[in-house]
Structure formats: structure tokens, C-alpha cells
């Protein structure tokens, strides 16, 4: 991941299109693992809610891992820029508020990846949410508490 000063070139390229299934993943400043706290992980849980209930994506998979989240959309009516500013910026107020703190959360710039017609998206989803498992947090899917799929 490049350095905050580079964050920027996340951005190069980089453009949005309604309809499309976007895999995205940021992390936390400093890779702070403050999403061990179960509550904090709900907050963002809330805004991927959210963004799907305000029609800005359809949400097909996600998981809240302590430092990053992993996020699979099918984008609707915002570009991934202003999605993202939105979840990051909201989730940020809301934990910074039950913590009483007011940190930085989430560090600059994050990731997409388009998914096309022939990348498999319930793989993608697959990999979603068995980040858990690889990084040994749990043994099997229904024992982490911050993921859903909309397949299972």
C-alpha cells in the first residue's frame, strides 16, 4: 500500500460507472486494529447499510476485519470518490463520537478493483468473507460477526 503522501495515485485512472460490481478495500490509519472492538465494526456496518438502503449501491458482500474492510457493490447513483468520502467520513464521526477521541480513522486513498462480466462474483465474495479465516480470527465463516453475503 503506498505511503499517505502518495495516496493520490490511488486516484490516476481512476473512474466510476453505474452498474458496474467494484471489489473495494481501505484501512485504517496506522493499520490500527481498532475494529476488534465488535461496536466500532458496527459503525461501519451501519454506513455500508446505508449506502444501500439511500439506493447509492446494491451491497453484495462485505466483512469489517480489524484494520480494513473489504466491500463488494454494485454501484447506483454516486461515484466510487464521493461513496467512499461518505463511509469514511460517517463512520469516522460516529466512532471518534463513542470513543470520545477525535483520531484520524481510516488512512487517505483506498482500492477498487471492476469486477467484469467474466470474473466470477460469488468467488470474489468467497474471498470476501473468508478473510476471517485466513487470518485465523475464526475457523469457520458464521463465527466472525462482521460479514454478510447476500448468497448466503
Known amino acids: 500500500m503506498p505511503t499517505s503522501k502518495n495516496a493520490y495515485r490511488l486516484?490516476?485512472?481512476?473512474h466510476s460507472e453505474f452498474g458496474r460490481l467494484y471489489l473495494l478495500t481501505t484501512i485504517t490509519q496506522q493499520r490500527r486494529p481498532i475494529f476488534n472492538?465488535?461496536?466500532?465494526?458496527?459503525?461501519?456496518?451501519?454506513?455500508f447499510r446505508q449506502a444501500h438502503e439511500d439506493g447509492i449501491v446494491?451491497?453484495?458482500?462485505?466483512?469489517?476485519?480489524?484494520d480494513h474492510f473489504h466491500w463488494l457493490i454494485e454501484l447506483q447513483n454516486k461515484?466510487?470518490?464521493?461513496?467512499?468520502c461518505r463511509?469514511?467520513?460517517?463512520?469516522?464521526?460516529?466512532?471518534?463520537?463513542?470513543?470520545?477521541?477525535?483520531?484520524?480513522?481510516?488512512?487517505?486513498?483506498?482500492?477498487?478493483?471492476?469486477?467484469r462480466q467474466e470474473d466470477d462474483v460469488k468467488a470474489a465474495a468467497r474471498y470476501i468473507i473468508q478473510n476471517p479465516i485466513r487470518a485465523q480470527l475464526a475457523t469457520r465463516i458464521g463465527d466472525y460477526p462482521l460479514w454478510d453475503a447476500c448468497w448466503i
Not at 461515484?79 to 467512499?84: A, C, D, F, I, S
Open 79 to 84: 461515484t466510487l470518490g464521493e461513496l467512499m
Open 87 to 115: 463511509i469514511k467520513s460517517r463512520s469516522s464521526v460516529n466512532i471518534n463520537r463513542l470513543t470520545k477521541t477525535h483520531e484520524r480513522v481510516w488512512r487517505k486513498g483506498y482500492y477498487d478493483r471492476v469486477l
Open 58 to 66: 446494491i451491497s453484495k458482500a462485505w466483512v469489517v476485519m480489524p
Open 37 to 47: 472492538n465488535f461496536q466500532l465494526g458496527r459503525l461501519v456496518v451501519d454506513q
Open 11 to 14: 486516484r490516476i485512472g481512476r
